[in-house]
């Protein structure tokens, strides 16, 4: 399984960007997906997390009512609509598929997800 990140740049705060991760091998549709970040200087940390179906999402405090995923599983993509973009939205982003069961009670955590993209810079400028 390979993921590809794109759509990461440079944004003004209360900017928008859209990121897109493209999914090759394996069953796409069957893949719980998550989104997750790393800033310098700190963790990783958990960004968003959609169901296989796209029926059930989960976000962090700090990006709910800012940021939507979606997926489109005739296209193997999973998206990231990131709106009002603050200076602490800057880090990598990161797509991943989920392992294992049980994705309503592990989706935050970055050990349950297995195969990674290569992320994408968002850098956001107050």
């Known amino acids: 399984v390979q993921l590809q990140a794109s759509g990461g740049g440079l944004a003004q705060a209360g900017g928008s960007l859209r990121l897109s991760c493209a999914v090759s091998?394996?069953?796409?549709?069957?893949?719980?997906m998550g989104w997750f970040r790393h800033a310098p200087g700190k963790e990783r940390e958990f960004v968003a997390a959609i169901s296989w179906s796209g029926g059930v999402t989960y976000y962090t405090d700090s990006v709910k009512g800012r940021f939507t995923t979606s997926r489109d599983n005739a296209k193997s993509t999973v998206s990231l609509q990131m709106n009002s973009l603050k200076p602490d939205d800057t880090a990598v982003y990161y797509c991943?598929?989920?392992?294992?069961?049980?994705?309503?009670?592990?989706?935050?955590?970055?050990?349950?997800?297995?195969?990674w993209g290569q992320g994408t810079l968002v850098t956001v400028s107050s």
């Open positions: 991943a598929t989920f392992r294992g069961a049980y994705w309503s009670g592990n989706y935050y955590n970055p050990a349950s997800y297995d195969y």
């Open positions: 091998g394996g069953t796409f549709s069957s893949y719980d």
